[in-house]
């Protein structure tokens, strides 16, 4: 970043032109890539609230001021006082964005890495991703300031912008630390083709010097200004919520995190036996009336990826009749929720009967990935207690992950891989409902529970063929899940027609679009939460309860229905009481985490949300916005600020504090 070399490349210019220095070249970029931005948010951002989109504007420029004048302050002092060497400065560069990297890109690139990689750890292999990320900025230095010495400046000034523009596509809402590294590049391509290109001299006598250099001081005072303003003073959670939609903005989603421990927040307590630790509770002794005899028979299926408006679509009856008839002979739970929209969050709720921040969730020794487990979390699960109690259990798996030892379903007698020669992004249902017929069939006597989480309906969606759409890829999935169904239904009927049980569950739902997210494990909005849930049992009636439920409460349940108490500090409550048809409510509230999001369903129906990586908070009345779209939250309104209260109570009286302990970033 040499003067001598960047500043003043070998071209001939017209005497009343001069050359953009490197350090201007870096205001300009920075603007340049700013005005980008801001076409992204008057195109992409969906509020439309007036003074909302004008303070995301404002919070947008001044934040993209505080980037440029600090860039082009360094690079200004560094060719003064450090060294004009162009090496240097490319090593400085280099240096630093090291730095930033490490700090800003290893979260979201630790979803690479934890892939199994036989020939390298994963600690080297998240290095080498770290590293390589961060030398693009240089890298696109370069490769602009070459370009520009051979007079092709316009092609690196359009990468820079076309990197810009398509910063704004790529895994939106996510991954902050690649968009900013996306962001720096575009912005070192467009300084690259700015530095050293001829600029007409505004400049006039001595009078207009004078006028210009004052124009200059007061135009220099204000973007400061501006950019401190907007840096040190956290905006309204509307106007962040804004900033953190459009992807080009750099700062806020690290500058929340400082906002978030300045904001002052009150928790609200709860009088209630849900609010406090429950450790020590004694546990609930299981009913005394019995919905299945002794020796029954339980199969809990998991669909993967289920969102219940599939379920209730009449328009899908045809092309699911097993499950629609299904939900229809059964007890059909229409409010079911999911305690966390990724498969490892609900089904490691489903066993432990708590939730996330109550787990302990370490990485596993001596394993290549960096993934964190709770294999080192003594909590009991329900299988456990089936097991302990002379119960047979049984799973079969097509993800090695859900094996006992890594203890996110732990506690079966019985397990079996299940593997099969294919080139499918995941197992097909077939594989792994085979088995499960082959074992159903050979049981004879005694109680037995059986669990198998079936694949079928998960992104890409190509299990079934192209049906067309992405939603109509995975409804024809969801309908080979249906005949695999089919199959378990008619043995169970056949073969243990009073003491057969069937327990259909989804882990999550999936995005189609909605808050501009596809699939899962991002967010903790309705489309990821809501799933499907039944119960088939000899001799229950079919009927349809509104009451919310979780899948916290189906380990309570099953322990329930074999006659089994369940422990005092399970979180959920069992459901057996509602599906002999007595009058049952439920206190247990229904919470859900994901990725440190948290979320409250409120018994009247509204629904509180906060982001721990943030600070956003959101509220919603379910009743009246299913769908998420109009945030109720307001900072002077003391009822959205005593349900956000509510909400950090919950999860700061059952977030586990072990020494040495912090609730990981799970993705």
């Known amino acids: 970043m040499g003067q001598s070399s960047v500043d003043q490349p070998p071209e001939r210019v017209h005497p009343q032109s001069r050359r953009i220095k490197s350090h201007e070249a870096s205001l300009l970029a920075w603007l340049v890539v700013g005005s980008v931005n801001a076409v992204a948010i008057g195109w992409l951002a969906p509020y439309r609230s007036f003074w909302i989109r004008l303070g995301h504007h404002v919070y947008d420029l001044g934040h993209t001021l505080a980037i440029a004048l600090a860039c082009s302050l360094a690079i200004a002092g560094w060719n003064r006082m450090v060294s004009r060497r162009p090496a240097a400065g490319y090593a400085a560069v280099a240096v630093c964005s090291l730095v930033i990297a490490a700090f800003v890109a290893s979260e979201d690139l630790e979803g690479i890495a934890q892939r199994r990689v036989p020939f390298m750890p994963a600690e080297l292999l998240l290095a080498c991703l770290v590293t390589g990320v961060a030398l693009t900025v240089p890298s696109a230095a370069v490769?602009?300031?070459?370009?520009?010495?051979?007079?092709?400046?316009?092609?690196?000034?359009?990468?820079?912008?076309?990197?810009?523009?398509?910063?704004?596509?790529?895994?939106?809402?996510?991954?902050?630390?690649?968009?900013?590294?996306?962001?720096?590049?575009?912005?070192?391509?467009?300084?690259?083709?700015?530095?050293?290109?001829?600029?007409?001299?505004?400049?006039?006598?001595?009078?207009?010097?004078?006028?210009?250099?004052?124009?200059?001081?007061?135009?220099?005072?204000?973007?400061?200004?501006?950019?401190?303003?907007?840096?040190?003073?956290?905006p309204s959670n509307?106007?962040?919520?804004?900033?953190?939609?459009?992807?080009?903005?750099?700062?806020?989603?690290?500058?929340?995190?400082?906002?978030?421990?300045?904001?002052?927040?009150?928790?609200?307590?709860?009088?209630?036996?849900?609010?406090?630790?429950?450790?020590?509770?004694?546990?609930?002794?299981?009913?005394?009336?019995?919905?299945?005899?002794?020796?029954?028979?339980?199969?809990?299926?998991?669909?993967?990826?289920?969102?219940?408006?599939?379920?209730?679509?009449?328009?899908?009856?045809?092309?699911?009749?097993?499950?629609?008839?299904?939900?229809?002979r059964?007890?059909?739970?229409?409010?079911?929720?999911?305690p966390g929209s990724s498969t490892v969050y609900s089904l490691s709720s489903l066993s432990m009967g708590t939730y996330f921040s109550q787990q302990y969730w370490v990485r596993k020794p001596?394993?290549?990935?960096?993934?964190?487990?709770?294999?080192?979390?003594?909590?009991?699960?329900?299988?456990?207690?089936?097991?302990?109690?002379?119960?047979?259990?049984?799973?079969?798996?097509?993800?090695?992950?859900?094996?006992?030892?890594?203890?996110?379903?732990?506690?079966?007698?019985?397990?079996?891989?299940?593997?099969?020669?294919?080139?499918?992004?995941?197992?097909?249902?077939?594989?792994?409902?085979?088995?499960?017929?082959?074992r159903l069939e050979s049981h004879q006597q005694g109680p037995l529970f059986l669990f198998v989480h079936v694949l079928d309906p998960h992104e890409p969606y190509t299990l079934a063929g192209d049906r067309g759409s992405p939603f109509e890829s995975y409804v024809a999935?969801?309908?080979?899940?249906?005949?695999?169904?089919?199959?378990?239904?008619?043995?169970?009927?056949?073969?243990?027609?009073?003491?057969?049980?069937?327990?259909?569950?989804?882990?999550?739902?999936?995005?189609?679009?909605?808050?501009?997210?596809?699939?899962?494990?991002?967010?903790?909005?309705?489309?990821?939460?809501?799933?499907?849930?039944?119960?088939?049992?000899?001799?229950?009636?079919?009927?349809?309860?509104?009451?919310?439920?979780?899948?916290?409460d189906l380990g309570p349940t099953i322990l329930d229905l074999f006659g089994i108490a369940?422990?005092?500090?399970?979180?959920?409550?069992?459901l057996v009481k509602l599906l002999r048809g007595d009058a049952d409510t439920l206190t247990r509230p229904i919470v859900a985490e994901t990725r440190l999001k948290q979320a409250m369903v409120f018994p009247d129906g509204y629904k509180a949300i906060r982001d721990l990586r943030t600070g956003v908070l959101e509220l919603y009345d379910l009743a009246r916005d299913?769908?998420?779209?109009?945030?109720?939250?307001?900072e002077d309104d003391p009822e959205a600020l005593r349900r956000i209260g509510i909400l950090e109570y919950f999860f700061d009286v059952h977030t586990n504090r072990r020494a040495g302990y912090t609730v990981p970033f799970r993705r």
């Open 143 to 234: 490769v602009a300031l070459g370009l520009s010495h051979v007079h092709l400046r316009f092609v690196p000034f359009m990468a820079g912008v076309a990197v810009a523009v398509l910063n704004e596509t790529v895994y939106p809402h996510d991954s902050p630390g690649l968009h900013t590294f996306l962001v720096l590049g575009s912005a070192a391509l467009v300084w690259g083709s700015l530095v050293g290109a001829p600029l007409p001299n505004w400049r006039g006598g001595r009078a207009s010097g004078r006028g210009n250099r004052h124009l200059r001081r007061f135009a220099m005072a204000a973007m400061l200004g501006l950019a401190t303003f907007c840096v040190v003073v956290p």
């Open 238 to 328: 509307a106007v962040l919520r804004a900033l953190l939609w459009v992807d080009g903005s750099l700062l806020p989603p690290f500058l929340s995190r400082a906002w978030r421990y300045l904001a002052s927040r009150s928790l609200v307590p709860v009088e209630s036996p849900w609010f406090v630790d429950r450790g020590t509770f004694e546990a609930i002794a299981p009913d005394q009336e019995r919905l299945l005899p002794n020796d029954a028979v339980v199969v809990l299926v998991s669909i993967e990826s289920a969102r219940v408006d599939v379920f209730e679509d009449p328009s899908r009856a045809r092309q699911l009749p097993t499950l629609f008839a299904l939900r229809d």
């Open 330 to 338: 059964s007890v059909w739970f229409s409010q079911a929720r999911s």
């Open 366 to 438: 001596h394993e290549k990935q960096i993934w964190v487990w709770p294999h080192r979390d003594d909590a009991a699960r329900f299988t456990e207690l089936l097991q302990q109690h002379g119960i047979r259990t049984v799973h079969f798996s097509g993800l090695w992950w859900f094996l006992n030892e890594w203890g996110v379903m732990r506690g079966f007698s019985e397990e079996s891989l299940v593997d099969a020669e294919g080139s499918w992004s995941v197992l097909p249902g077939e594989y792994l409902v085979d088995p499960v017929i082959e």
């Open 477 to 552: 999935e969801i309908a080979r899940v249906d005949r695999q169904i089919a199959r378990i239904v008619l043995l169970l009927e056949e073969k243990f027609p009073r003491r057969g049980a069937l327990l259909i569950m989804g882990d999550h739902g999936e995005s189609f679009g909605e808050h501009g997210l596809t699939a899962h494990s991002r967010t903790i909005y309705e489309e990821n939460l809501r799933i499907p849930m039944l119960a088939y049992i000899p001799g229950i009636p079919a009927r349809r309860i509104a009451q919310p439920v979780s899948v916290v």
């Open 566 to 574: 369940t422990p005092g500090h399970f979180m959920g409550q069992s």
């Open 626 to 634: 299913p769908g998420e779209q109009h945030d109720l939250f307001d």
